[in-house]
């Protein structure tokens, strides 16, 4: 142990001495090769071999995400295993693992650079309003089964981590300019610059388009971002980080009055600030603080013939979050992360609370995980967090994986696993009431006794990575039980004049199934992904709160769920790309329609090069089967073309 | 003219008469490391565990660490040879102009012919002076490459004001081996990163050179994690760049080096000064960073393997 910390001054000595030569006269000496050269790609660094990850992880790269030729970032997320994406219409985007799902899929969690993007009003994800360009986007890392553990409540099914470029490789500027179907003008510009110790990238962005054909969903998406990365000296460095989106979102239907078409108002913005400082190779302290804020303003007259009302569906949310963590190394076969986070959301909205009165929501959480090698060749995972929160109380969401290699390449892995949902503020103190002139209309009541809903979930995993063929093979088996399933109904009973929905915890659901992921890579540039997932889901769901009524939630869950993604460079300069996803008989909730389709994206970029100018230009061609729909049946895709320009310019 | 031959004809017939002298008076080799342990001593131990191996008494070694090196020894011990270990040694001891040839080792190869053609000064002696470079010969490199990478056509060079004559007998070794280089030239520190990253856009791999401007203790960093996050290998100059993170390096150890010197000195044509050409090491070393290997999803060859693929080619 003593030893481990000894060894430190001498290695940033020699690099005090490295760094004593003067600029661009070097003496060309045998230090080039005999020199020591401190480990950069250290264990804090390299990827955790997925061979040693306590679960299922489906990573989606860059070129991938360009590959795709997706525009916006859900649609990248069809191409993990047992993923579907439902457009609620052209401004709004559901994303759900194994079904299960509505318009507000609130069971995952999703996190950019380390911070959470979960709308904690209604739960979920509102992916057009996320201050984020796909542009900026280095990787993103899908885990997919619950991991409460280490990310707190409500990474339930799935977590998505979504790791932003580091201003060092951006260097320059950036400008891509997106144009085609449904009026798209989408344009991003960006600069980054600095040295290698302080360096910073600012995008700004405008996506428009006209969303669907006859609805009134089409967006304005003005985005920008700032981040800045600074190394304090050898072992401290801070990441600040900006963001702004703003803008419209079109919704209502056009010549309705109850409903009319009119224009949302979007304003979002974040600030985040992370400190890491180095302990050793193997250790690392983290403290990360940030603000989100975000509004929705969409206030409107409704009338229908002599009744009329104002509608108030203005949406506030604010969060504060504090978050410590360690990552020790106190033996050679064990690797210990433990944290804190303290955490501050207020939620308004008159019409869907009744009162002006700000809804305040503090949690804290404690959370603490080790991992041990006790033979070479097997590692436990072993961990648990505790949260606390205001609306259900304190609760453990613990986590017990083994992985054992068999031989080199070949891992199994089992794990079980505990996590929980906190009901969104929304089927908490939900009490929403259209107030007209012929008197009250009561739609939603919360419940401000709901317990979380809860999953359990085991699974048993292969990985096989065969580098030689350039193949890995991820097989995972898995059984999830989600029960005290939050959910709502009418009371027919207690208020038989005006039955409004009412949320309760009254459901359970199993799903048993297999999910397989391929990758082969034949050479740089050239690959193929497979995905597919085999998903049995039962259970029963409340539709009525009283008299009670069940509904049969098969229908949530697509048996079958597949995609496949091809890339190939062509020649020194060009790339096709393919990508395919089909989805099995299934339906959204309410409002989703029951659905099943193929679909098939191609993409083909020429890149051009002039000096230090980069560019290129690519055609993408989405939906090329024909007409479907993934959500609603009144909004179809149709074949669209796009043409994209992009330049680099260094 | 007509001196400078009479010069050489004196001395060609005093090394003649101290050959023939050997073995009532043994050779005297000056061993002039640049500073003391490390590789200059595992290269001195090398040689001295040649020699002995082989009995080859009748040669003296004289180990004069440059710090404690007079000048003077030069005229009272008449050295037969002067093996300079370090770049330093080998400059210093080259400006003093000796009068005896010079075999430079632990060295990298431009650094060396430089001081070959002109670290004795304007009144250099004419003595055959030689070299063992510490840097591989470049289709070595791109040997493992095609060994190690069957994939990876493109390769990606990066060189500076040491290197930049390099390039067209970089490209055309790459050709011999249907692998295509593409280099870009800095001049300063800052185009590193920025063409380095216009480089990885488009190429399978990047392959490291001996130019301080790009591969400095202090850029190996950043060059390190921009070849990580592109997702492309880099081949290092040494074991050292392996540990930091590099995919593999062929390299030559100081070991390795000492006994290719004492391999020469066991040839009384060299004591007699007559040196061969400098040359590249002869033994080498693979490492191989299987843990880089394994994040970047790419099979790699054992080191042993790979260094038994790359001993059986011909040397090209």
């Known amino acids: ?650 | 003219m007509a001196r400078i031959r009479i010069l050489r004809w004196l001395l060609y017939s005093w090394f003649a008469m101290a050959s023939a002298g050997v073995l009532a008076a043994p050779a005297k080799i000056f061993i002039v490391p640049s500073r003391d342990g490390g590789a200059y001593a595992e290269v001195i131990q090398a040689i001295q565990t040649g020699l002995e191996a082989r009995h080859q008494t009748e040669l003296t070694l004289k180990i004069l660490p440059l710090e404690t090196f007079q000048g003077t020894d030069l005229y009272v011990h008449r050295p037969a040879l002067i093996v300079t270990v370090g770049a330093e040694a080998a400059q210093r001891i080259a400006h003093l102009n000796p009068p005896a040839p010079m075999l430079h080792t632990l060295l990298p190869r431009e650094t060396a012919l430089e001081i070959i053609r002109s670290g004795r000064g304007k009144n250099a002696l004419s003595y055959h002076d030689s070299a063992i470079f510490l840097d591989q010969p470049i289709g070595r490199q791109l040997d493992l490459v095609r060994l190690a990478l069957p994939t990876h056509k493109r390769v990606a060079i990066i060189l500076g004001p040491a290197t930049r004559n390099e390039a067209a007998e970089l490209r055309s070794a790459a050709r011999e081996r249907s692998l295509v280089v593409n280099i870009a030239i800095i001049s300063q520190r800052d185009e590193l990163l920025p063409k380095l990253e216009t480089l990885l856009d488009d190429n399978d791999v990047l392959l490291s050179v001996p130019e301080p401007l790009a591969y400095h203790s202090e850029t190996i960093h950043h060059v390190l994690l921009t070849t990580y996050r592109y997702k492309i290998p880099m081949i290092g100059l040494s074991k050292g760049y392996v540990d930091a993170g590099a995919l593999l390096a062929v390299y030559s150890q100081p070991e390795q080096i000492g006994r290719q010197v004492s391999q020469w000195l066991g040839n009384p044509a060299v004591i007699g000064g007559n040196l061969p050409p400098p040359s590249f090491p002869q033994y080498f070393t693979v490492s191989v960073n299987q843990r880089v290997a394994a994040s970047l999803d790419l099979y790699v060859d054992s080191e042993q393997t790979l260094q038994r693929k790359l001993e059986a080619l011909p040397a090209r």
């Open chain 1, 1 to 650: 142990m003593v030893g481990r910390f000894l060894l430190l001054p001498a290695l940033a000595a020699g690099m005090l001495g490295a760094a004593a030569y003067g600029e661009d006269s070097l003496p060309l000496t045998e230090d080039l090769f005999l020199g020591d050269i401190p480990q950069v790609l250290g264990a804090t660094r390299l990827r955790q071999p997925l061979s040693e990850t306590p679960a299922a992880v489906t990573i989606i790269d860059r070129q991938m995400i360009r590959a795709s030729g997706a525009l916006d970032i859900p649609d990248v997320l069809r191409l993990v295993p047992g993923f579907q994406v439902g457009h609620v219409n052209g401004a709004q985007t559901t994303v759900t693992y194994h079904g299960f799902s509505d318009a507000y899929a609130r069971r995952m969690q999703v996190l950019v650079d380390g911070r959470s993007v979960y709308n904690p009003f209604f739960g979920g994800v509102i992916w057009t309003d996320l201050a984020l360009a796909i542009d900026d986007i280095e990787r993103i890392e899908v885990i997919r089964g619950p991991n409460g553990v280490t990310y707190g409540a409500n990474s339930f099914s799935a977590v998505i981590n979504i790791i932003t470029r580091d201003p060092a490789d951006t260097q320059g500027a950036y400008l891509r300019y997106t144009g085609g179907a449904i009026g798209t003008h989408a344009t991003v510009a960006r600069y980054s610059g600095g040295d290698t110790d302080s360096r910073y990238r600012g995008t700004v962005s405008y996506r428009g388009d006209d969303g669907f054909p006859n609805e009134e969903d089409g967006k304005q998406v003005r985005l920008a971002t700032f981040r800045q990365d600074t190394h304090l000296n050898r072992r401290d460095s801070l990441t600040f980080q900006l963001g702004y989106n703003g803008g419209t979102r079109d919704d209502g239907t056009s010549q309705s009055t109850t409903d009319p078409a009119r224009k949302v108002q979007i304003v979002t913005n974040f600030q985040q600030l992370a400190w890491k400082h180095e302990l050793s190779a193997e250790g690392e302290l983290g403290l990360q603080f940030y603000h989100d804020y975000y509004r929705r303003a969409d206030t409107f007259w409704s009338s229908a013939g002599p009744v009329h009302a104002i509608i108030d569906l203005d949406v506030f949310v604010e969060r504060y979050d504090l978050e410590f963590s360690h990552t020790l190394k106190p033996q050679a076969d064990t690797r210990v992360v433990w944290g804190a986070e303290l955490r501050r959301d207020q939620v308004g909205g008159p019409g869907w609370f009744g009162t002006d009165q700000m809804l305040d929501y503090p949690l804290y959480r404690l959370f603490g995980n080790t991992e041990w090698r006790f033979r070479p060749d097997w590692i436990l995972n072993a961990g648990a967090m505790y949260e606390h929160n205001d609306v259900t109380g304190g609760d453990v969401s613990p986590r017990l994986a083994l992985n054992y290699h068999v031989v080199p390449g070949q891992t199994l892995r089992t794990s079980v696993t505990r996590a929980y949902r906190t009901p969104a503020a929304f089927e908490d103190r939900a009490d929403a009431i259209i107030h007209t002139n012929f008197g009250d209309d009561h739609t939603h009541q919360g419940n401000p006794s709901l317990k979380p809903e809860r999953i359990t979930a085991y699974e048993v995993g292969y990985l096989g990575e065969f580098p030689k063929l350039g193949t890995v093979v991820d097989l995972k088996l898995f059984k999830e039980e989600i029960r005290d399933i939050v959910t709502s109904g009418n009371d027919k009973v207690t208020t038989p004049a005006d039955a409004f929905e009412r949320y309760v915890n009254d459901g359970e659901s199993t799903t048993n199934g297999a999910e397989l992921q391929l990758t082969y890579r034949m050479a740089p540039g050239t690959r193929a992904v497979f995905a597919y997932s085999y998903a049995h889901q039962y259970g029963r769901l409340v539709k009525q709160v009283a008299p009670t009524t069940y509904m049969d939630t098969r229908e949530l869950t697509p048996i079958h769920t597949r995609s496949l993604f091809l890339e190939h460079r062509l020649l020194r300069n060009t790339e096709v790309s393919l990508a395919y996803y089909q989805v099995d008989h299934f339906t959204f909730m309410s409002p989703g329609d029951p659905t099943e389709y193929k679909s098939l994206d191609m993409r083909v970029a020429q890149k051009l090069r002039f000096g230090n100018t980069r560019g290129e230009i690519a055609f993408v061609g989405q939906h090329m089967l024909g007409d479907y729909f993934d959500f609603d049946r009144l909004i179809v895709f149709d074949k669209r073309f796009f043409l994209t320009l992009s330049l680099e310019v260094r």
